[in-house]
């Protein structure tokens, strides 16, 4: 397993914003070695398959998410905007120590991306669908490279996210957000139901044939054999 740190570190743009600024994250973001390092430590944390909070996130996560098949070249669309909650999420509580409390819901939020999520899968748009659990976003997408029954790996592309803080652009999380598994020709039918009932989409990456679990932000590379991950949690 390896990361490899980009050759510069932007600042904040003007524009950088989310539900939690920050100023209210007290511990410093994370470097591209510590996310080589934690990043395998998280999604094989025993705490993390049966905590509480992954739980009752499951049984509120509604009808119409599973598991599907998942091709080489299938799209990863993220549903529900980037991860806005840093400071009580799973990673905070395995990094930082700190409580671990349960998301809070917005019900309105949480019945438009059930509905675009019910239409493309009853129309056979969208292959499969993976609510955004605890770990955040590095953790959902490798869950589902490990739940295959096929050798496959992907390349995660977060650049459209700008500068914000790698900690919670990985690992934050978020109610009313899911990953979409999608065919390629399919992502612009995709994109247009979620706008049309105002749910944030954004192309995050695409299913490989190569088993590695790759991710690329504006402040770091890395990349971990699906392999190794599967060692990792198997320990």
Known sequence: MSTTTVPFTPPLSPGHASSQTDSAIQWPDLTPEEVGTLFPQVLASERLATSTWLRNHAENRGDGFNAGPQNVGDRLVLLGGAPTDLVSSYFAHFRHKVSLESPGLDPA????????VKTLMTAGVAASVHDLVAGGLMVTIAQKLLASSQAIGAKLDLHSFGTARTDLLLFGEGAARAVLTVRAEKVGT?????????VAATVVGEITAEPVFSVSTRRLLGQWAIEDLRIAIAR
């Open 109 to 116: 939020s949480e019945k438009r991306l059930r509905g675009v």
């Open 190 to 198: 995709v994109l247009s139901e979620a706008h049309t009932n105002g």
